[in-house]
């Protein structure tokens, strides 16, 4: 049984304020692990990012795999990632991090989630280990805009 753990944190605070703003800068960090008796074979890993991020494929804030290799990085808004993790023992585990720019816009939370895919296991999509929920989509709150964008009406309407 594969089990696949998806956090966030918040890796550059732009304008130092705690929060995830536009600008800013998200790390995933995906955990995969064979939590079963048998060898899983032909783990791979695949995620698209929310549209309102930009995924980021070269330099610095490249993604990594502790294992395998990146199969593809789409850049971009709503950019794709594809990672080829081939096998994993039972006990056995393998790491993927991953960095979305926060894009400019009219929303108030990153929704994304990844799923694990192999030859000997059923599809399993990744769980936001901070949450009770099982299985659930990974959600970052985004706080309004930076440089004095007016307010979203969908803002003020969230606390009513
Ligand atoms: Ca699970
Ligand atoms: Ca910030
Ligand atoms: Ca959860």
Redesign the pocket.
């Known amino acids: 049984m594969i089990e696949a753990y998806k956090r966030d944190s918040l890796f550059r605070d732009i304008n130092s304020n705690g929060e995830a703003n536009p600008g800013d800068i998200l790390l995933y960090t995906v955990t995969i692990t064979n939590e079963g008796n048998a060898t899983a074979t032909g783990v791979t890993y695949s995620d698209t990012v929310d549209a309102n991020t930009n995924l980021i494929c070269s330099g610095p804030d490249a993604p990594t795999t502790s294992q395998g290799s990146i199969l593809n990085c789409t850049a971009g808004a709503g950019g794709s990632l594809q990672v080829n993790l081939g096998e994993i023992a039972p006990g056995g585990s393998a790491t993927i991090t991953y960095k979305v720019e926060i894009r400019r816009g009219n929303f108030t939370q990153v929704i994304n989630q990844g799923v694990v895919r192999g030859t000997n296991f059923p599809n399993e999509v990744t ?10 989509l990974t959600i970052v709150p985004v706080q309004g805009t930076v440089g004095g964008d007016p307010p979203i009406w969908g803002d003020i309407m969230a606390f009513l």
């Open positions: 769980d936001d280990p901070d949450t009770i929920p099982e299985d659930d």
